[in-house]
């Protein structure tokens, strides 16, 4: 078990009584140490009403806390005991500063001219570039609708091929003299020499 008192001078006797002052009667957070040789208790009066009984606070390191307004007076009920008691209340505080005060607001210093006159050129020709890229690009998209606005949907953008018809395929694909097809280039047999056909040479033979 760890028992913490902190700074001794910051704990004081509580002889027969101890105030509480307040700036204003508004209600506030009191807040009281305790270190309390046997078990102790304690009374309060509020603003000079008639005291009261507060509460019985046991032996050793203890915390009271309660609201109340204007000034508070705390008390045991006999001046032989032993009691030390702390509180936030009226603390003086204090800090050690180098002098230097950060209260003054500093105006922001002016930029140089120049840096502010080429950063407001730079500025001005990117704005001249986009509204030109902008430009092409609709230019460019308002020649390709006038481009493909009247084209059919033959491939790649071209007149749909014209498909004929079974009947007139066929007829374009026969012999333009209406016969089958002849051997020896599509001519009529033609007779071996000596007065025979050709076959009847072979069977001879």
């Not at 032989?80 to 500093?106: C, L, P």
């Amino acid at each position: 078990m760890s028992i913490k008192v902190g700074n001794l001078s910051d704990w004081l006797p509580l002889s027969s009584s101890i105030i509480l002052g307040a700036s204003d009667d508004r209600a506030r957070r009191v807040r009281l140490y305790l270190n309390c040789l046997e078990p102790t208790p304690l009374f309060v009066s509020q603003s000079g009403a008639p005291a009261r009984f507060l509460a019985t606070m046991p032996a050793g390191l203890e915390l009271v806390e309660f609201v109340a307004s204007g000034e508070v007076e705390i008390a045991a009920d006999s001046l032989d005991r032993v009691v030390y008691y702390q509180s936030t209340e009226h603390e003086k505080m204090w800090f050690d500063g180098d002098g230097a005060s950060f209260t003054t607001i500093h105006e922001r210093m002016p930029r140089n001219e120049a840096l502010e006159w080429v950063q407001f050129q730079s500025e001005q020709n990117q704005k001249r570039m986009e509204a030109a890229l902008r430009s092409e690009m609709q230019n460019h998209m308002a020649a390709l609708e006038a481009k493909y606005e009247n084209t059919s949907s033959g491939v790649h953008g071209g007149a749909a091929a014209q498909h004929q018809k079974p009947a007139q395929a066929k007829a374009a694909a026969a012999p333009l003299d209406g016969g089958a097809p002849q051997p020896n280039g599509g001519g009529a047999v033609q007779p071996a020499p000596g007065g025979a056909p050709a076959d009847e040479q072979v069977g001879a033979a």
